[in-house]
Nanobody, 123 residues
Framework: QVQLVESGGGLVQPGGSLRLSCAAS????????MGWYRQAPGKQRELVAL?????????YYADSVKGRFTVSRDNAKNTVYLQMNNLKPEDTAVYYC???????????????WGQGTLVTVSL
């Protein structure tokens, strides 16, 4: 199995910053991509940012976070980060780490999820 452990959530005032981390461990042969999703109360889970994990860096950001959030990776540690700056109350949500990985060269890629970390942006 593959486990994802997230950290870095918490309470921050509007305009503040937080950095989320997500480390993947377990039976990993290759990771294709890692990313962050979020789910606010009463809303559907939405994609926040994605980064590939091989070759030249390719990233994707939701329009709502472009210019404020930065996704990065440390392949040696199977870890992805989300630097969140200029946070707004509407960024309040549970943030979930996602990893698309395979356990062998013969297995299919599978999507794995972390347990989620709460980010609250409020005065």
């Amino acid at each position: 199995q593959v486990q994802l452990v997230e950290s870095g959530g918490g309470l921050v005032q509007p305009g503040g910053s937080l950095r989320l981390s997500c480390a993947a461990s377990g039976s990993i042969f290759r990771i294709n991509a890692m990313g962050w999703y979020r789910q606010a109360p009463g809303k559907q889970r939405e994609l926040v940012a994605l980064i590939n994990t091989s070759g030249s860096t390719t990233t994707y950001y939701a329009d709502s976070v472009k210019g404020r959030f930065t996704v990065s990776r440390d392949n040696a540690k199977n870890t992805v980060y989300l630097q969140m700056n200029n946070l707004k109350p509407e960024d309040t949500a549970v943030y979930y780490c996602n990893c698309v990985a395979t356990r062998s060269s013969f297995a299919n890629y599978v999507s794995y999820w972390g347990q989620g970390t709460l980010v609250t942006v409020s005065l």
